[in-house]
């Protein structure tokens, strides 16, 4: 099976959980015999034009973009869905809702299957403008019309194109990657002011609607002695917002910024951590939240639907949406219960290991595949809408 793939900056995976998902998916596709194309920015490869390299057989055709903030995956996407056209692929596989606007290419000119995988609703995030968030949902319906089969990676997700398409959807959830292995005697951690076990972290990147100024407000207000809170992350077209909130902690020895960590740094830091807090008010599935419960981190985090869906059942805490109280109050209890949040975090733990499975994700992912191409001919995903008029039929 050929298979191309359009919507991640690149690989390796650096940042985002978008590439993580596709370092750890396709290399397991590659392993099983097939064939994988990965259509990539050159913004995030570094590639200055048009280059073709290897990461774990996954071949990464790196295309032109401009370091405009949203157009660069617009262009790249657009570049990709059209060099898809040529490739003579049988799948031809989206990830997330910007890039499926340009599904209609190879679905109108070529015989590939069309999947899309939807890992969160992303106009809807504070980020973006009113035009990009317009011109996401715009790819959103492109999806609904065009894709063969759409997969989304949490039950909300789910629900939602079940409720405004009257669409099924495939779930396949999302796993946290392997970090690997991390310095047992925590040089970095120490060059950094930090103790092991002795601070509340936050992961992920510095938007505004992963709030972590109501972590930093609610960690300033509380004063846990003894404890730092760490911030690990980098900005993603949110310069602002990240100055604002290195502002907001200034002056603060015990609120620690690290940009963003990758490999055995990351693994250290989170690793080590005495409690790890995600108050987002918008996520898909969030990656940070799956390593940290991976890890074994006691989690507390804002009470959205996938948030407790992945915490019910005593494996987290959560607290409303923005309330900096409710975090204080949260992180307070928390820290005065240890032995109740080590017990969460071991049912969190053997939560992730059964349900969160790579392996079990490339075999899902791969029957979706092949019952497209079992069937050959397959209604279009969004069965409500109708075709092109070329495609409508005389009575």
Not at 163 to 186: M, Q, R, V, W
Request: charged share 20%; net charge neutral.
């Amino acid at each position: 099976m050929k298979i191309a793939v359009i919507g991640a900056k690149g690989l390796p995976a650096k940042q985002g959980g978008i590439e993580h998902h596709c370092e750890e998916l396709y290399s397991r596709i590659v392993r099983q015999g097939h064939s994988v194309d990965l259509f990539a920015r050159s913004s995030y490869t570094g590639s200055i034009t048009i280059d073709k390299y290897g990461i774990q057989g996954v071949r990464v055709i790196s295309l032109p973009c401009l370091k405009l903030k949203g157009m660069d995956a617009l262009l790249s996407s657009a570049l990709g869905a059209i060099a898809s056209t040529g490739g003579r692929y049988d799948i031809i596989h989206f990830h997330a809702l910007g890039p499926s606007l340009f599904t209609w290419l190879p679905k109108v000119a070529t015989t590939a299957q069309i999947v899309v995988t939807c890992h969160g609703l992303d106009w809807q995030r504070a980020k973006w403008s009113k035009a990009s968030s317009e011109l996401i949902h715009l790819g959103e319906k492109a999806a609904v019309r065009f894709a063969n089969q759409i997969i989304v990676v949490s039950e909300e997700l789910k629900s939602y194109f079940t409720k405004s398409y009257g669409l099924k959807t495939e779930y396949i959830t999302n796993a946290p990657s392997s970090l690997g292995e991390s310095d047992p005697n925590f040089q970095y951690g120490r060059s950094l002011g930090l103790n092991p076990g002795q601070y509340i972290m936050f992961m992920g990147r510095l938007v505004p609607e992963k709030q972590p100024h109501v972590l930093i407000k609610a960690f300033q207000t509380l004063k846990p002695k003894g404890l730092k809170l760490v911030v690990v992350g980098g900005t993603s077209d949110t310069g602002k917002y990240t100055s604002e909130l290195v502002e907001l902690a200034a002056g603060n020895p015990d609120i620690v910024f690290t940009d963003e960590l990758h490999g055995p740094r990351l693994a250290e830091i989170l690793r080590h951590g005495k409690l790890f807090v995600l108050p987002s008010e918008i996520e898909g599935l969030p990656l940070a939240l799956l390593e940290a419960m991976q890890e074994g981190i006691p989690v507390l985090a804002s009470d959205i639907p996938v948030h407790r869906q992945l915490l019910s059942k005593q494996r987290g805490m959560t607290f409303p949406v923005g309330d900096i109280d409710a975090c204080v109050q949260s992180l307070d209890w928390a820290l005065a219960h240890p032995q109740e949040l080590t017990v969460m975090a071991k049912e969190a733990q053997e939560y992730i290991n059964t349900h969160h499975n790579w392996d079990d994700i490339a075999n899902r992912t791969m029957n979706v595949y092949d019952e497209l191409l079992q069937t050959a001919i397959r209604p279009i995903a969004g069965q409500k809408i109708l075709p092109f008029p070329g495609n409508l039929h005389n009575n």
